[in-house]
């Protein structure tokens, strides 16, 4: 992991993530009503710009383009930037016009895409085409002396299950996306706001053995066998 990723502030990373099984219509024996997919929960992850990292943000209108390790590649790169009066700018770099990435900020054309020529200020608002919307802009807090944090809200989690038939019993697949440089568990319970939580063993392959208890994401789609121990639960993937 690099240092940039360690500074990452988890914040919330032991909260539940997504929901991922319930128990629905008639409850029998077995893992059979351990289904439903597409849940979708959000986490706000916290990206804290040391300003001895970034040298670039210890004066007004200093400014960085960089790439967030561990934010999904969609979110492409970002421009935080420093004005006087300790107003702080992160946004997207990617130019809205046909997307290529931005410069950092200059006082004579603010924040300019050199495919074809648009320009926007610090907080991303489009003030010259060909571009006609804004970048987007990412909330910024100042600590007051030497960093500032960016908040990457609703990173988009989902998660789908499906039951999966091994042998005589059954495990249930949670199917989720991961970031490089996190680690993932399952928790499962008997109720949704209750209930004893216990962290389950998993296995990689729908018949492997079931002996994790946490992986490392990989950026990329991941699946997980777990096999439920009672009538009917719920599974939360956890991030740390
Ligand atoms: S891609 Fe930025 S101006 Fe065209």
């Not at 039951?163 to 928790?187: C, H, I, N, P």
Request: net charge positive; glycine share 12%; hydrophobic share 35%.
């Amino acid at each position: 992991m690099t240092s940039l990723e360690k500074q990452m502030n988890r914040r919330g990373a032991l909260r539940t993530l997504a929901f991922a099984s319930v128990c629905g219509g008639a409850c029998g024996a077995g893992p059979g009503r351990w289904f439903l997919s597409g849940v979708q929960a959000g986490e706000t992850a916290v990206f804290r710009m040391r300003f001895d990292d970034f040298s670039e943000l210890k004066n007004s209108y200093g400014s960085v383009r960089l790439r967030v390790p561990g934010i999904p590649s969609q979110i492409n790169q970002i421009v935080v930037t420093r004005m006087p009066g300790n107003q702080f700018y992160a946004v997207s770099a990617k130019c809205t016009h046909n997307g290529v990435a931005v410069n950092p900020f200059k006082k004579e054309v603010g924040l300019r895409c050199a495919a074809h020529g648009s320009q926007f200020e610090p907080n991303g608002k489009v003030v010259k085409s060909p571009a006609r919307s804004s970048l987007k802009a990412y909330t910024t807090t100042y600590n007051g002396s030497d960093a500032v944090s960016v908040e990457f809200p609703n990173l988009g989690y989902s998660v789908a299950t499906e039951l999966v038939e091994v042998g005589a019993g059954g495990r249930v697949k949670l199917q989720f996306e991961t970031l490089s440089g996190m680690d993932y568990s399952v928790q499962v319970r008997s109720a949704v706001n209750g209930g004893d939580s216990s962290t389950a063993k998993f296995s990689l392959t729908p018949d492997g053995s079931l002996n994790k208890t946490s992986v490392a994401g990989n950026g990329k789609t991941m699946s997980l066998y777990i096999a439920p121990t009672q009538d009917a639960g719920f599974a939360t993937i956890r991030r740390q």
